[in-house]
């Protein structure tokens, strides 16, 4: 089974800062798809960002981008000039044929 | 139109009561999806319809019946159900292209079981 795992339940950043919010993952499979959503205060999931593992080159949305090592099982989000709105909790997750799995979530705090 | 609809925002019951879920999407979607999410937890899927057919059962307690009447609608009908069941209730719909497609989500309904 997949397993995703996000050590950061908290992380703040100043507004119009970089911050970059980490995630692991464990699989066997070689052919898979990574996602990141958001869950601001309105409580829907929106997706922010997704990456094709066949892919080498880094998926790139705006001021979201991704850093995605899959020799390390890793697949880290980095929101560039912050701002206001993008202060939600983050999930990472995993896609199998099955299921979405997300992650526990990381609460991004942004400060004016 | 790029949203899914879920009603009510907000439900209170009893542990004896009868009540139901609804989401509704029409951006032909054939794959719907409940997921449970408890505070400051990951969502944790419950059941998946596809093409109106119950897909995925994640061994659900029978007090929570699915049904998929037509293609743009989804309910959840609860009953008898214990405090602990108290949580946001999301539907998600998809368009059933992989692995890469994308979920649409609505806000949920914040249950609290009494």
């Known amino acids: 089974a997949q397993t995703v795992t996000q050590s950061q339940p908290e992380m703040s950043v100043q507004e119009a800062e970089t911050v970059t919010l980490s995630c692991t993952y464990d699989?066997?499979?070689?052919?898979?798809?990574l996602f990141w959503y958001k869950q601001p205060p309105s409580r829907q999931m929106i997706l922010v960002i997704r990456q094709e593992a066949y892919k080498q080159q880094n998926a790139t949305e705006n001021r979201f981008s991704v850093n995605f090592q899959k020799a390390a099982k890793s697949f880290s989000l980095k929101i560039s000039d912050s701002q206001l709105g993008d202060a939600a909790m983050y999930f990472c997750a995993y896609r199998s044929a099955r299921q979405l799995t997300f992650g526990s979530g990381t609460q991004l705090t942004v400060l004016p | 139109d790029t949203e899914v609809t879920q009603t009510p925002k907000h439900l209170v019951m009893g542990m004896t009561n009868k009540k139901s879920l609804k989401c509704e999407q029409h951006m032909g979607h054939r794959a719907m999806y409940w997921y449970k999410q408890k505070a400051k937890k990951p969502p944790e899927l419950m059941f998946v319809?596809?093409?109106?057919?119950?897909?995925i059962n994640e061994s659900v307690p029978s007090r929570f019946s699915p049904e998929c009447p037509n293609s743009s609608l989804l309910n959840l009908h609860l009953h008898a159900l214990q405090p602990e069941d108290s949580a946001l209730y999301l539907c998600?719909?998809?368009?059933?292209?992989?692995?890469?497609?994308?979920?649409?989500f609505g806000s949920g309904t914040q249950l609290s079981v009494l």
């Open positions: 998600a719909s998809s368009q059933l292209t992989g692995r890469n497609e994308k979920l649409f």
């Open positions: 319809y596809s093409y109106e057919k119950l897909s």
């Open positions: 699989t066997s499979e070689s052919d898979y798809y």
